[in-house]
T-cell receptor
Framework: GAGVSQSPRYKVAKRGQDVALRCDPI?????LFWYQQALGQGPEFLTY????????KSGLPSDRFFAERPEGSVSTLKIQRTQQEDSAVYLC??????????????FGPGTRLTVL | TQLLEQSPQFLSIQEGENLTVYCNSS?????LQWYRQEPGEGPVLLVT?????EVKKLKRLTFQFGDARKDSSLHITAAQPGDTGLYLC???????????FGKGTRLSVIA
């Protein structure tokens, strides 16, 4: 069966470039999450969507980070003017319901972003 | 910012040994989850615990939630090389807030 997919799997950007990372959640899943996982760290929450509504963006580290989910399915995380500290794996997760704390989140394989 | 500490950070053991890893916070969890992550993949949920004192078993893995809901442990019996991976705990403190992950315990089981 289809799980969460992310593309590209790897992205190398020069400092100052803009990047766009795509997430295809499991069909029918209401909730979608973005996380950032730096090397040797656990995932850190970035933002949360319930259908097309972005209900929590408290984890976005700066205004260079922007996420959208216009039709309540596919989501894009955009990073403008990338910096070296943005280098990390960006994980997307989706869950069937809206109960954030206990509903099972299914993670994609992540996009590894390297900023040179 | 809520902090969630995991120990040990690294663990290397021989096949067949038992091990326990820990997850601690100074605050009371609403719920806590354990995940396993392999290289190049996203975390996969192993278990969710919500009740203080709760014990859940998943084959050779035993998860325990502390009575005060501030800590949790994962015990693996007779570890296998297939158990190798990064074990992450993630806590939620108020029921509707983002999950906070620990840094994980990186386990290596040597055949």
């Amino acid at each position: 069966g289809a799980g969460v997919s992310q593309s590209p799997r790897y992205k190398v950007a020069k400092r100052g470039q803009d990047v766009a990372l795509r997430c295809d959640p499991i069909s029918g899943h209401v909730s979608l999450f973005w996380y950032q996982q730096a090397l040797g760290q656990g995932p850190e929450f970035l933002t949360y969507f319930q259908n097309e509504a972005q209900l929590d963006k408290s984890g976005l580290p700066s205004d260079r980070f922007f996420a959208e989910r216009p039709e309540g399915s596919v989501s894009t995380l955009k990073i403008q003017r990338t910096q070296q500290e943005d280098s990390a794996v960006y994980l997307c997760a989706s869950s069937l319901e809206v109960e954030r704390s206990t509903d099972t989140q299914y993670f994609g394989p992540g996009t590894r972003l390297t900023v040179l | 910012t809520q902090l969630l500490e995991q120990s040990p950070q690294f663990l290397s053991i021989q096949e067949g040994e038992n091990l326990t890893v820990y997850c601690n916070s100074s605050s009371v969890f609403s719920s806590l989850q354990w995940y396993r992550q392999e290289p190049g993949e996203g975390p996969v949920l192993l278990v969710t615990v919500v009740t203080g004192g709760e014990v859940k078993k998943l084959k050779r893995l035993t998860f325990q939630f502390g009575d005060a809901r501030k800590d949790s442990s994962l015990h693996i019996t007779a570890a296998q090389p297939g158990d190798t991976g990064l074990y992450l705990c993630a806590g939620d403190w108020s029921g509707n807030t983002p999950l906070v992950f620990g840094k994980g315990t990186r386990l290596s089981v040597i055949a």
